[in-house]
Every structure is written in structure tokens, then in C-alpha cells.
């Protein structure tokens, strides 16, 4: 995706997701504990089975970081962002 399509998909996602290089989306989450962080992960790994898109994941006590990227092209598509969204909804 080049510029102006990341720019045209960004308010279709959560504020909270950060571009990154034009090359990936970026989100954190806080949570109280390590347990609770793990749910959240294992959640949105069961989305990225059904979509057949893996995000990377980043877990630690009471934090998640969510990186999201199409690794095929090492860039952006347009599934990068529906699965963010879709994450979101967790």
C-alpha cells in the first residue's frame, strides 16, 4: 500500500493503532495482570487461525504488543487492517 491507501484505511481502525514506516500497524494494551494479558493474546491468536493472517505477538505481565504486517510482501495490505479491527473487537 503507498501513502494516500494507508492514509484512506487509518479511520477505519482503532486511534489507538500506530503506522509504523508505512510498513506495519502497532498497538499496545495494558491489563492487570500476566494472566489476563495471556488471554488477550490467546483470543486474538484464535482470530489470526480463523483469518489466516498471523500477527506477532509481544507478551509480558500485564501488557501486549500487537505488530501486524503481510509477512509475503513485508508491507501493508488492506487485511492488515481488518485484522486489526477485528482485534479490536476483543
Not at 12 to 36: C, M, N, T
Not at 69 to 87: C, M, P, Q, R, W
Request: glycine residues 8%; proline residues 3%.
Amino acid at each position: 500500500m503507498n501513502k494516500d491507501q494507508i492514509a484512506g484505511m487509518i479511520p477505519k481502525i482503532d486511534p489507538g493503532w500506530q503506522v509504523i514506516d508505512d510498513h506495519h500497524l502497532r498497538k499496545a494494551w495494558a491489563f492487570p495482570d500476566f494472566s489476563k494479558a495471556l488471554e488477550f493474546v490467546n483470543s486474538a491468536g484464535q482470530i489470526c487461525e480463523e483469518e489466516g493472517h498471523h500477527a506477532d505477538f509481544e507478551l509480558g505481565w500485564g501488557r501486549v504488543i500487537v505488530k501486524i504486517y503481510t509477512h509475503k510482501i513485508n508491507g501493508l495490505v488492506e487485511s492488515d487492517f481488518i485484522l486489526a479491527a477485528k482485534i479490536d473487537q476483543l
